[in-house]
């Protein structure tokens, strides 16, 4: 998650998610709750200490987490991806409700709890109703969902899972949102979906005060279970 970074501080290998207590997989450093260690702005040069400061702040005093730590360890490439989700975030022809819809639709589709545990919240903050959010939490029809709301779930649903876009969804998408809209909608979208792919690679943890949100799909046959899974395929009820 891109806003509202979490910083914690954890001691040995056991931390609380929702009342329970879990084990670290054995690969996650417990100073960031991912393979990777947190950047040190201090051993960073001129511009990668620059880039930081872009990102996590320059009077920073804990570690960055989150797809903009891990970021850090390619300066050059994390200084585009900021600027590209900052735009899309805060000026962005879409708005941000319909931002938040497209963060939930790529962490939903990558199955990226930490993502969507920290962009459910944001959703409803920015307005996003949480009927609208359950639609794409537990891959409900659309049907009964505004034009847009709906138009917007059904093109990353089809981007995602056919790796193709029908040309009516296109059209309506068009009309709806224009040409720049929706080129920034599914620009979004690829986004966050990226950003679940730098998280589980990483396999980066939740935060030990963050609830898990996002709920554990159970194979192919369309079955849910409410309380997902951590990154690490631990379940958290």
């Known amino acids: 998650m891109r806003i509202g970074i979490q910083t914690i501080t954890l001691i040995g290998l056991s931390f609380t998610l929702t009342g329970q207590t879990a084990k670290l997989p054995p690969d996650i450093l417990p100073d960031s709750l991912s393979r990777f260690p947190p950047v040190n702005r201090a051993d960073m040069d001129e511009n990668g200490k620059r880039v930081y400061d872009y990102i996590g702040g320059k009077d920073r005093k804990t570690p960055l987490l989150g797809p903009g730590g891990v970021s850090l360890y390619s300066p ?5 991806i900021q600027a590209l989700n900052q735009y899309l975030r805060n000026e962005g022809v ?16 990558f199955d990226q709890q930490y993502e969507w545990s920290g962009h459910e919240p944001a ?10 959010i359950d639609v794409v939490k537990y891959n409900k029809d659309v049907t009964g969902l505004s034009e847009k709301d709906a138009t917007v779930i059904q093109m990353g649903r089809e981007l995602l899972r056919q ?3 029908s040309s009516a969804v296109f059209a309506k998408s068009v009309q709806l949102f224009g040409r720049q809209g929706t080129l920034e909608l599914v620009t979004t979208i690829g986004d966050y979906v990226m950003a679940g792919i730098i998280l589980t690679a990483v396999d980066q943890q939740l935060p030990p005060e963050r609830k898990a949100l996002l709920p554990v799909r159970l194979g192919e046959c369309g079955l849910w279970e409410c309380g997902g899974p951590d990154s690490g395929g631990n379940r958290i009820s």
């Not at 050059?76 to 585009?80: F, L, S």
């Not at 409700?97 to 939903?108: P, S, Y």
């Not at 959703?123 to 609208?132: F, N, P, R, T, Y």
Request: aromatic letters at 6%.
């Open 76 to 80: 050059k490439a994390a200084e585009p």
């Open 94 to 109: 879409m708005g941000r409700r319909f931002f938040e819809l497209c963060t939930l639709i790529g962490a939903r589709e």
């Open 123 to 132: 959703a409803l903050q920015a307005g996003l109703e949480q009927s609208v």
């Open 163 to 165: 790796h193709k876009l």
